[in-house]
């Protein structure tokens, strides 16, 4: 198993956390972004820069993922590609995408992006917190304890 992390919208402290877990279980994760990225030094934590364009980095993701692997990340439709392949998708916010509710949050997303183009001010996500961020490293730990055995 491996975490893979869409890593151009993943807030700071997350991918703090993800560096300590990393070390702490000796498990490999990989940051995706299209700009360049400073990891700590470690033989378990990486950086993969990808060009520019729309969703190379989710198509990067998707390219490498295997089934059983970890993907940190707040877009809808990556999520739903990790799930199809077998992998788990977990986003920023320590909630866990899973087959069941996947399809109700792609049409919310959809729905969502009709009313903004037609011009209505849909407001933005909540800004980040403590607790999600509490939220999010209880999640991951969680996981990993049940599916890694860690």
């Not at 970890?70 to 788990?88: H, M, R």
């Not at 916010?93 to 209505?120: E, N």
Request: aromatic fraction near 6%; charged fraction near 25%; charge should be neutral.
């Amino acid at each position: 198993m491996q975490i893979w992390v869409d890593a151009d919208a993943c807030p700071g402290v997350i991918k703090e956390i993800l560096y300590r877990v990393a070390e702490r279980v000796q498990m490999n994760v990989t940051l995706v972004a299209n700009q360049l990225l400073r990891v700590p030094p470690s033989k378990y934590v990486r950086a993969v820069q990808v060009p520019h364009g729309f969703d190379v980095a989710d198509n990067e993701i998707v390219r490498l993922v295997q089934p059983g692997d970890l993907v940190v990340t707040g877009d809808i439709p990556l999520a739903s590609d990790v799930l199809e392949k077998g992998g788990y998708a977990l986003n920023p916010r320590g909630d866990f995408y899973t087959p069941d509710t996947i399809k109700q949050q792609l049409t919310m997303r959809a729905f969502m992006d009709d009313l903004r183009s037609s011009g209505v001010d849909t407001g933005g996500p909540a800004a980040f917190s403590q607790a999600d961020r509490q939220r999010f490293a209880n999640a991951l730990d969680g996981h990993l304890r049940k599916v890694a055995g860690r």
